[in-house]
């Protein structure tokens, strides 16, 4: 699943993936890889990129659980 | 008389080899020991460059023991093709081929600090030395012995694995230019 979060965020704050990878110590195709969903990071390099952001954790990567009743209805 | 001529020359091949290796921790020694005075880092992958080198590396042990069990098999059916131990080290080979062209492919291989233009000469070196030395070595005495491949073809088939391994690199750093900053 996207993390269209972490891409509006990065928006907001106008920088590029390469910017917030120099940030967080890592290559752009990991900060790339984790907006498109292909990756799923550590806490570690979750709280790295809030901090960068100055987001929380919950802004960022919080998801709702969906639950199965309700969507059904 | 010929077959102590064999034995010396045999001595002087695994002499040769033994040279070679020791030839290349020393090189490799002497690498680290100076970017540790000039105070540079080890090289630095992030965490989804480590996983993926990890699954790598353990998809290329796999390529190896399949390798292996095919070998075998094919020995067992027809016969021998190569003299003792060339065989496994081809395999070798085959396999830090894969590990290499299935890093380059998840962006795992170089570190963060690294350009691939480094890497592409150093490669594109290494294809050069083996064709060189396969040559001549093909030139010398051919790559078969009685019907069987010889250490003559290590060497090229050395040069070979990292001509895959420049290619991939190439193609890879042209389509990861050509993709944008953010997709």
Redesign the interface.
């Known amino acids: 699943m996207k993390n269209l979060k972490l891409k509006a965020a990065r928006a907001e704050k106008d920088w590029?993936?390469?910017q917030l990878a120099d940030a967080v110590?890592?290559?752009?195709?990991?900060v790339?890889?984790i907006e498109?969903g292909d990756?799923n990071?550590?806490i570690?390099?979750c709280l790295s990129i809030s901090h960068a952001l100055g987001k929380t954790l919950d802004d960022l990567f919080w998801e709702e659980e969906i639950n199965e009743g309700e969507q059904q209805s | 008389v010929e077959e102590i001529k064999g034995v010396n020359y045999m001595n002087e091949r695994s002499l040769g080899m033994l040279a070679g290796v020791f030839t290349g921790v020393v090189a490799v020694a002497i690498y680290f020991t100076v970017r540790r005075r000039m105070g540079k880092k080890n090289d630095?992958y992030?965490?989804?460059?480590m996983v993926l080198r990890g699954r790598a590396f353990q998809k290329a042990f796999f390529v190896l023991i399949f390798y292996l069990f095919a070998n075998s098999i094919l020995c067992a059916a027809v016969g021998e093709w190569a003299q003792n131990g060339v065989d496994g080290l081809l395999g070798v080979f085959v396999a830090i081929g894969y590990f290499i062209v299935s890093c380059i492919h998840t962006?795992a291989y170089l570190a963060?600090q690294q350009k691939p233009q480094y890497y592409q000469r150093l490669f594109a070196i290494v294809c050069v030395v083996g064709a060189f030395s396969g040559y001549a070595n093909w030139k010398d005495e051919g790559f078969l012995t009685d019907g069987l491949v010889n250490t003559n073809a290590i060497i090229p088939a050395c040069g070979v694995v990292f001509l895959v391994a420049l290619i991939a690199l190439t193609v890879h750093t042209h389509r990861?230019e050509d993709d944008g900053?953010?997709?």
Do not use: C
């Not at chain 1, 110590?25 to 990991?30: A, C, F, K, L």
């Not at chain 2, 992030?46 to 460059?49: L, P, S």
């Open positions: 590029s993936q390469q110590h890592v290559s752009r195709q990991t790339n890889a498109k990756y990071p550590t570690r390099l | 630095e992030d965490e989804r460059q962006n963060l990861r900053e953010d997709e």
